[in-house]
């Protein structure tokens, strides 16, 4: 029923913005118990606040994330789409599993406003999911491929020892390349360029903001 399915999709989501989610896949930063060139002494304050504040914001867009596929597997009609919205949403649950053992490892925490960006992600996919599967798809397409840009910039700007973060962001953004390319081969469409630029700002915003807050 709809309304079982809603209830259990708010459950998941409460233990989202709460930072309760478990992953299902190890963590792929390498561990300090067999090498210690990749402890986090090496980072100076600074480097570390900074770190933080790039992880907060992956922190943040992997909330989004779990709000976005969890309101358009409840807006198709179609098995195969919820069951493929079900897996990509598994993964960045491993995704926000990770961040959030960042942040604590850094002594930072997540964004404050983590139940604003949640339920801002969740209508913008409940809506999206309403427009039709391939506009739904296809605005997963494009989510996928600027938050790949975005890891792919973390990248640059992440301290080159700090290799514990290092891991995290890339292989996120593997699993994102993923999703795009998936999305894609499901029939998703490509938006129209003032959506992809209203998409980018928004984007903007929320990652401007999550880094400090």
């Known amino acids: 029923m709809f309304s079982d399915s809603l209830i259990s999709e708010l459950d998941r989501g409460l233990r989202a913005i709460a930072g309760i989610t478990q992953a299902s896949r190890p963590t792929p930063a390498p561990s300090t118990d067999s090498d210690a060139s990749v402890s986090d002494d090496s980072l100076t304050p600074q480097e570390r606040r900074h770190v933080a504040g790039l992880m907060r914001v992956n922190h943040v867009g992997e909330v989004c994330a779990q709000a976005l596929y969890q309101a358009q597997k409840l807006a198709t009609k179609r098995p195969e789409l919820r069951a493929a919205f079900e897996h990509a949403g598994k993964e960045e649950e491993d995704h926000l599993a990770w961040t959030a053992h960042r942040l604590e490892e850094l002594g930072s925490r997540p964004s404050l406003l983590n139940p604003l960006w949640y339920a801002g992600a969740f209508a913008i996919g409940f809506v999206a999911g309403k427009c039709g599967d391939n506009v739904s798809l296809g605005f997963v397409s494009e989510t996928e491929r600027q938050v790949e840009h975005h890891l792919e910039s973390h990248l640059d700007d992440l301290p080159p020892h700090d290799l514990r973060s290092r891991a995290i962001v890339d ?33 903007k915003v929320m990652t401007t903001t999550a880094y400090y807050i």
């Open 171 to 203: 292989q996120m953004r593997l699993d994102e390349i993923e999703h795009g390319q998936a999305a894609r081969d499901a029939g998703g469409i490509e938006l129209p360029m003032p959506v992809q630029r209203v998409m980018r700002a928004a984007a």
